[in-house]
């Protein structure tokens, strides 16, 4: 079927910068929306970002300036730039996509997620 798989979490200090990576794979006709989510200890998954298949982006205000969305359609990826890391930015992020599929000789459009990645920053 279809697979998300995210990488390029880890330990940062406070300030630092990370790139998240998602890549999407399998039998894709089109990946339609991105977005990173994220889930902190005891708390909800919440959107952070997210961008269309035409580019337009939005952002959770928590992270508006620091954060950015953009994607790569030749190859099925989507990142998340994240500079000025926070303690608070601390959870596992997680990667989402909309994509239509191919299933026998139909398509079908479904939502996927990854397994999710660990970002830490320390203070």
Same mark, same amino acid.
């Given at each position: 079927?279809?697979?998300?798989?995210?990488?390029?979490?880890?330990?940062?200090?406070?300030?630092?910068?990370?790139?998240?990576?998602?890549?999407?794979?399998?039998?894709?006709?089109?990946?339609?929306?991105?977005?990173?989510?994220?889930?902190?200890?005891? /708390?909800?998954?919440?959107?952070?970002?997210?961008?269309?298949?035409?580019?337009?982006?939005?952002?959770?205000?928590?992270?508006?300036?620091?954060?950015?969305?953009?994607?790569?359609?030749?190859?099925?990826?989507?990142?998340? /730039?994240?500079?000025?890391?926070?303690?608070?930015?601390?959870?596992?992020?997680?990667?989402?996509?909309?994509?239509?599929?191919?299933?026998?000789?139909?398509?079908?459009?479904?939502?996927?997620?990854? /397994?999710?990645? /660990?970002?830490?920053?320390?203070?």
């Amino acid at each position: 079927q279809v697979q998300l798989v995210e990488s390029g979490g880890g330990l940062v200090q406070a300030g630092g910068s990370l790139r998240l990576s998602c890549v999407a794979s399998g039998r894709i006709f089109r990946v339609n929306a991105m977005a990173w989510y994220r889930q902190a200890p005891g /708390q909800q998954r919440e959107l952070v970002a997210e961008i269309s298949s035409g580019d337009s982006t939005n952002y959770a205000d928590s992270v508006k300036g620091r954060f950015t969305i953009f994607r790569d359609n030749a190859r099925n990826t989507a990142y998340l /730039q994240m500079n000025s890391l926070k303690p608070e930015d601390t959870a596992v992020y997680y990667c989402n996509a909309g994509v239509t599929a191919y299933i026998g000789l139909n398509y079908r459009a479904s939502e996927y997620w990854g /397994q999710g990645t /660990q970002v830490t920053v320390s203070s």
